[in-house]
């Protein structure tokens, strides 16, 4: 079955060849030796098929609309909640976060912000460096496998956004996010533009000094689960752990190794689209998931264990079902 | 502070494991490890807080019922050893406020752990990435009890991490002779197979520790 779906659909396999998995997916993340291959080629072996199909439909879309550009409208939010093609990933998201235009106004920009320091530059170089061989080590394009290795790319967007927006400058997680973000819209400067979209307009205050939309986030999500599923909010008081504890990586993050990184994309399509409200949605939703697993959690480090393991959980990797379920 | 090497050094102490790669912490992240003290079992449950200044605001409050702590800083960048104070302040403020005593100890590289360090990647030896490899550990015990710091048999010892565990049973005896109110803390200068890019002598860590503890 795996392998029929593969050949059919071949230029939409990525790395797999007639069935067989490579160690190395097509974002360029090593698998890791306990890698579930299993689990995965029955998951792509119906994925496959389902991006052939958005494919086509988005096939249409640019077709119809603007060749250049792509508006923002009802069809376009449902489609982006149905799945970016990889194709025409940078492109939507770059158009309709705004950064296009951001970018378009904004000419030399990018590069005086690189050409010239500033006051707390070495505060700021000091933090980048240190996370800098930290980000994506597992990944061909920043563990030095590759000729076009994209550290030097990362630090200069790290940099010039510090030095753009002087109120967060770097903060962890920001890594991780830029990184995310030059493998799709693998062009530096426009990734710096949508990383500043990202960070000053969709996300505002998740990331400086004060962290204050996080903790914000962390006190509606549990205002939510208390409504929504009052039995796991009990787990949770009984074993004295907050949702900051558990969940706050996962919004810093914005889901990057926290979920599998079909599932992180799915949602970032929507983030892109629709903003900040679709990490509730999806934290909610991988909540509701494990709620039964939850339920039978005695104290904090089992509630921690179990969300843990949400990276290879299989309904978390199911991410057009798990988006589905978002909504 | 940000890359002394706290998760590596857990990582080590649960999974008994040099990890190469390690990944940065956001957030808090846990590790357990069974140890045993005098014949009786006791569940360590070690919270590894992410080491960036705002971070802080989403860790502080969890500070509170610890045991103990371990403060961590990296012997070849001296800023992170003049941050001690700040996360001394917040570990007093948070925790039990008179009870937090130091005192210091010194572990030193051996032959052994030196030939286990060279059989480690040379990539990870780089500049760039920063080596945890935990050698030389300065420790503090608890100091109340009158008794100088325990010494520790270095020379039969075949990884830092070792001594780590020592070190916390070594706490936790002192800890259960006493009221059983003492917050232990401990200094750890890590990375210290970097001898030579040192930037923090032992002697000032030591007299850091005598100062406040």
């Known amino acids: 079955m795996a392998n029929k779906e593969v050949q059919k659909n071949g230029k939409f396999a990525g790395s797999s060849t007639l069935g067989k998995l490579s160690k190395i997916d097509p974002h360029g993340f090593e698998r890791s030796d306990n890698f579930d291959y299993v689990s995965y080629e029955i998951f792509e072996s119906e994925y496959l098929g389902v991006l052939a199909h958005r494919a086509k439909r988005w096939n249409q879309i640019i077709k119809d609309g603007d060749k250049k550009t792509i508006h923002s409208n009802g069809k376009v939010k449902r489609f982006c909640r149905k799945g970016i093609p990889d194709c025409y990933r940078a492109k939507t998201w770059m158009n309709l976060s705004g950064a296009t235009k951001r970018m378009e106004n904004s000419l030399d920009v990018y590069e005086k912000l690189l050409e010239t320091g500033c006051s707390n530059d070495v505060e700021l170089i000091e933090a980048i460096k240190t996370d800098l061989n930290r980000t994506f080590p597992e990944n061909i394009y920043f563990n030095g496998k590759m000729t076009d290795d994209k550290r030097q790319s990362l630090y200069n967007i790290l940099l010039a956004y510090g030095r753009r927006s002087p109120a967060i400058g770097y903060c962890q997680g920001i890594n991780f996010v830029a990184a995310l973000i030059l493998l799709v819209v693998k062009d530096e400067e426009k990734s710096f533009w949508l990383l500043s979209t990202l960070l000053d307009h969709i996300l505002p205050q998740y990331y400086t000094k004060s962290m204050l939309s996080l903790r914000v986030e962390m006190e509606v999500l549990k205002e939510l689960v208390s409504s929504k599923y009052p039995l796991c909010q009990e787990v949770m008081e009984r074993a004295q752990a907050p949702w900051m504890i558990v969940a706050s990586k996962w919004i810093i993050c914005l889901f990057i190794d926290v979920f599998p990184i079909e599932t992180v994309l799915r949602i970032w399509d929507c983030m892109f689209v629709e903003g900040s409200k679709i990490l509730l949605r999806a934290t909610l939703c991988v909540i509701k998931q494990n709620e039964t697993k939850l339920l039978l959690c005695k104290d904090m480090p089992e509630i921690v264990k179990l969300f843990e393991s949400i990276k290879t959980d299989t309904t978390v990797l199911e991410c057009h079902h798990f988006m589905q379920k978002c909504f | ?213």
């Open chain 2, 1 to 213: 502070d940000m890359g002394v090497g706290k998760s590596c050094l857990l990582h080590q102490f649960t999974e008994k494991k040099f990890m190469a790669d390690c990944p940065h912490t956001i957030g808090v992240e846990f590790g357990t490890r069974i140890i045993e003290v005098s014949g009786q079992k006791i569940k360590l449950q070690i919270w590894d807080t992410a080491g960036q200044e705002r971070f802080r605001a989403v860790t502080r409050s969890y500070y509170r019922g610890a045991a103990g702590a371990l403060m961590v800083y990296d012997i070849t960048r001296r800023s992170t050893y003049n941050h001690l104070s700040s996360w001394l302040t917040d570990a007093r403020n948070l925790t039990n406020p008179n009870t937090v005593k130091f005192s210091i100890n010194k572990y030193t590289i051996t032959g052994e752990q030196y030939r286990v360090m060279k059989e480690i990647p040379a990539v990870i030896w780089s500049h760039m990435v920063p080596v945890q490899v935990v050698a030389e550990l300065t420790v503090s015990t608890v100091g109340n009890t009158g008794t100088s710091p325990v010494p520790l048999e270095s020379s039969t010892r075949t990884a830092g991490v070792l001594s780590l565990e020592d070190i916390l049973s070594l706490g936790k005896t002192d800890n259960s002779s006493d009221s059983g109110e003492e917050d232990v803390i401990f200094l750890i200068g890590n990375k210290g197979d970097l001898d030579a890019q040192r930037d923090v002598t032992y002697e000032e860590a030591k007299q850091f520790a005598d100062e406040n503890g």
